[in-house]
């Protein structure tokens, strides 16, 4: 295990690195793109342009910009974005996490749990016309897009239906964090939690499907019948575990994904002051900074959550278990 | 004849395809007498493995229809509810299957997997499952069984996994052991260890033997009686002996023909049986072997029963030749036709 988590880390290191200078290098390989235009106002005196280039460092040679922005990020975490300077990056990002993972964990718990009670009903009722119903009703949720189901959602629970017994407990859109009242922060994501969940539930529930009716025509499902065992147990012990590991690896990388800023669409439609608004604010103003502190922390999230899907992988497949 | 304790009569299994109704098992009868070891031979396709498999109702095919009666013990399993059914299977009827390195679930332990089907037909505690395990394990030749039973499948080489897939068989003393071509998926020295366990254990165990092979050298060993298989349908029925030494139908001769031999001049070439197997969606009329038969004559167009031919009431076969004329003919397939 220790050396499994040293491997990971010295993994996650490079990765880090790769993304930041890659993110570096097309930040100022893209032509048009000059910072010093953003910083210095309108109808600037080349002395001004000069002095502020002088000041943030990008008068210097590349490997030494980056070099200096990293410091700034890691060490002093002093780094400012450029468009606005009382924006300082590193503040910016934690507070915004937290708004992030309460949406992406909630809408995860929500659509692990009903993908796998579709997944599994598709197949018990295989034969009936309520699979490929529940099927269908899964690729509908795939269609839909979050952020026209988002308007919906809320022009449903804000506007049209807020003032009926249904929805009226919605609260404006908005987030409410947990700490500070946590019957809020949870009235305020439930409707984003369902929203963002239903394409992952259907998505998720296909998948499920599909892999569980592979498993069917495996020998040891064969075995586990012969053995005596009810339909149920079959399903659940033998056929549900071995299919699991599809979906557990989809389900790590989705959830950094969303974790690292993918959920920006949900954040958006609900207000949400999250990780991928603030990503998406950072690409529109081409604004450096904030976006290295983002494709970091978003870089960091995908490689934890690939290590973990690895952890969870050994413990549902014993075959890949380090000896 | 002691009472018999499964009875299989007229079962028909066919499958609907695009292509048509593969009418894989034709009409299978056999009966089975307690601790009695039969035999079921016959090439891949002749219906063997389906037929055990309906015995069991182990099948799932939403296109598949079965029709005939398996009498267990008296009571026809083809009747029974899903929930009788799962009380029958691993209990009073369990089965091993070919390839034992797919057989087992690889996510548990050996030994999570014999006690599940303990524990699901006994009424015992899970400590009390697990050193049963053990002690099957034990039985069946496994080393250490003590903390192999802790391992995962992958941790097994084939031969062994498939001892552990006998030890989960036997697990609840069936009365009926149903192998699926048990050393087909082994080495030819683990095969022979294999059939040589399940020889022993049947006699620990009181169990009735259900052997089935496309190698009528597995059987010899340790067959009470051996009915030989051919497309869907049993062709020729009998007590080891009378099979081996007064074989009546041509297509048993060339199974026979076709095993090496060592007690005999060396043939400079084995026999082998000309042409493929029918299709069992539109099969041939007649005798079903009548295509490859050499000694096919008019009669053959004619389907013939199963019947006894010979002065063994209990020898069967499906063949118009007179076993007169057999007794000559036979020799040069069996013997091999061009010995030196």
Not at chain 1, 267 to 285: H, I, Q
């Amino acid at each position: 295990m220790a050396v499994f988590i040293v491997r990971r880390s010295i993994g996650l290191i490079a990765v880090l690195f790769a993304i930041t200078v890659l993110t570096f290098l097309i930040f100022f390989a893209t032509p048009g793109v000059d910072p010093t235009r953003a910083l210095a106002g309108r109808n600037p005196t080349p002395e001004t342009v000069a002095a502020i280039k002088h000041q943030f460092g990008l008068d210097r040679s590349l490997p030494v910009q980056y070099l200096l922005m990293m410091k700034r990020l890691f060490i002093s975490r002093d780094l400012v974005s450029y468009g606005n300077q009382a924006l300082k990056v590193v503040p910016a990002i934690t507070s915004a996490a937290p708004v992030t993972f309460s949406l992406v964990l909630g809408a995860a718990v929500i659509w692990v749990v009903f993908a796998i009670l579709t997944g599994v009903l598709a197949v018990i009722l295989k034969g009936t016309i309520f699979d490929p119903l529940l099927m269908i009703l899964a690729l509908i949720g795939i269609s839909m897009p979050v952020f026209w189901l988002g308007e919906v959602a809320n022009l449903v629970t804000q506007d049209r239906l807020h003032n009926t017994f249904l929805f009226h407990w919605v609260p404006p859109l908005g987030y409410t964090p947990l700490t500070s009242n946590p019957w809020q922060w949870f009235l305020h994501l439930v409707i984003p939690w369902i929203t963002l969940s239903v394409l992952y539930i259907g998505f998720y529930a296909r998948v499920l499907r599909a892999n569980l009716l592979d498993v069917e025509n495996e020998d040891y499902v064969r075995t586990a019948r012969a053995k005596g065992l009810s339909e149920r147990r079959v399903l659940l012990k033998h056929m549900l575990r071995t299919s699991l590991i599809t979906f557990v690896s989809l389900f790590g990388l989705d959830f950094g994904v969303l974790v690292g800023g993918g959920a920006l669409l949900t954040e958006v439609v609900f207000g949400l002051p999250g990780v991928g608004k603030l990503t998406y604010d950072s690409l529109v103003k081409l604004d450096l900074p904030v976006i290295m502190a983002t494709v970091i922390y978003g870089a960091f999230f995908i490689t934890i959550a690939n290590a973990l899907v690895d952890i969870v992988y050994a413990r549902l497949d014993p075959r890949i278990r380090p000896a | 004849m002691p009472q018999p304790l499964l009875e299989v009569k007229d079962l028909r299994v066919s499958f609907r395809t695009e292509d048509g109704v593969v009418k894989a098992v034709d009409g299978v009868s056999f009966t089975l007498s307690p601790r009695e070891v039969l035999g079921i031979v016959g090439e891949s396709g002749s219906g063997k493995s389906v037929t055990m498999m309906s015995v069991l109702r182990l099948i799932n095919d939403p296109n598949m229809l079965v029709s005939g009666e398996v009498l267990y013990k008296g009571r026809d399993l083809m009747k029974l509810g899903k929930g009788q059914m799962q009380e029958v299977r691993g209990d009073e009827i369990a089965m091993i299957f070919q390839d034992p390195m797919t057989s087992l679930n690889p996510v548990y332990r050996i030994g999570d997997q014999i006690c599940e089907g303990i524990l699901t037909h006994q009424d015992i505690d899970k400590p009390a499952a697990r050193k049963r395990a053990v002690e099957l394990l034990q039985q069946v030749g496994i080393p250490h069984a003590g903390s192999r039973v802790d391992d995962f499948p992958h941790q097994f080489s084939g031969g062994m996994r498939q001892r552990a897939m006998i030890a989960m068989a036997l697990a609840n003393n069936p009365d009926v052991l149903i192998a699926d071509e048990p050393t087909t998926a082994l080495d030819v020295t683990i095969q022979a260890q294999i059939i040589e366990l399940i020889d022993k254990l049947k006699d620990d165990f009181d169990s009735a033997v259900v052997l089935i092979t496309h190698d009528l050298g597995v059987v010899a060993d340790i067959a009470d009686r051996i009915a030989v298989m051919y497309a869907g349908r049993v062709v020729e029925f009998g007590a080891k002996r009378d099979l081996f030494y007064d074989p009546q139908h041509p297509y048993t001769w060339g199974l026979l023909g076709s095993i090496p031999r060592l007690d005999r001049p060396k043939a400079s070439r084995l026999y082998s049986i000309e042409g493929t197997p029918p299709s069992l969606i539109s099969p041939p009329q007649g005798c079903k072997f009548r295509p490859r038969c050499p000694h096919a004559f008019e009669k053959c167009m004619e389907e013939p029963e199963l019947v006894s031919r010979v002065d063994k009431r209990d020898h069967l076969d499906r063949c118009w030749l007179d076993p007169a004329t057999k007794r000559v003919t036979r020799y040069n397939t069996i013997e091999g036709g061009r010995a030196a």
